[in-house]
């Protein structure tokens, strides 16, 4: 059965202690800093305002953002909720909740925009993470879209979940089914079957457990190549960010996430 809100609960409080661990704090630090608007909490959404990276960061300030990288890319071959070359030399890494406006806002607007630019140029890799804020019902919004991956189609029905605000009763499990079988799922006894799995269980456990690990208390929350960029901003924002991650890679090769 889908994880509950008090589950959540736990694994933040969780998340709250690993956070005071030296190596994390400097990463959460800056994470904080940048997640202050255009993005959704479990309390609310905020207004969105620019969030771009700063020109000139200092080598230890870069020297963390590349320790980031190397933490959250994976670059997993055949990863089903990862778009783009496995080595293209930036990674945008988010953490989004199917229940959050705002990543819904940036899945409709500025993805297919930065797919068409940079994803099918070979220059960026999309790596999608579960982190789930609102409780059950994003639990299973979550697990329905890691089944369809299993079968490849995680992003047909990430898409159909986002095209518009979804809440509640709205991701019920008959209403997840039916919106499977839209997006081109075939086998839907597995689909129903690995909602409900240990591996469906695991590999939310890992997204929010990274999340937390690093800091993020909303959603959404992107990192580009480490860079934290600060909620569903406008496009402009995240091909700066992109840009500059690009250039970044290569001139300073070790800027590029090494993934793990």
Known sequence: MPASASRTRKLAAVGAVLALVVAVIAIGVV??????????????????????????????????????????TRRAD?????????????????????????????????????????????????????????????????????????????WQLHDQLYAKTRKGSALAEDKLVSLARDSGVKDIDRFRADMKSADADKALKKDQDEGYQLGVQSTPSFLVNGRPVAGAQPLEVFSQAVDEAARAAKDHPAAKGAGK
């Open 31 to 72: 994470i904080a800093k940048s997640t202050q608007s255009g993005n959704e909490t479990a309390s609310g959404a905020a207004p969105g305002t620019s969030s771009s990276p700063e020109a000139g960061e200092d080598p230890a300030q870069q020297k963390m953002f590349d320790d980031l990288a190397r933490r959250t």
């Open 78 to 154: 055949g990863d089903p909720l990862a778009v783009g070359k496995k080595d293209a030399p930036v990674v945008l890494v988010e953490y989004a909740d199917y229940q959050c406006s705002f990543c819904g806002r940036f899945t409709r607007e500025t993805q297919p925009e930065l797919i068409k630019k940079y994803v099918d140029a070979g220059t960026l890799r999309i790596e999608f993470r579960n982190f789930t804020v609102f409780g059950a019902d994003s639990e299973r919004a979550a697990r329905a879209s890691w089944a369809a991956g299993q079968q490849g189609r995680f």
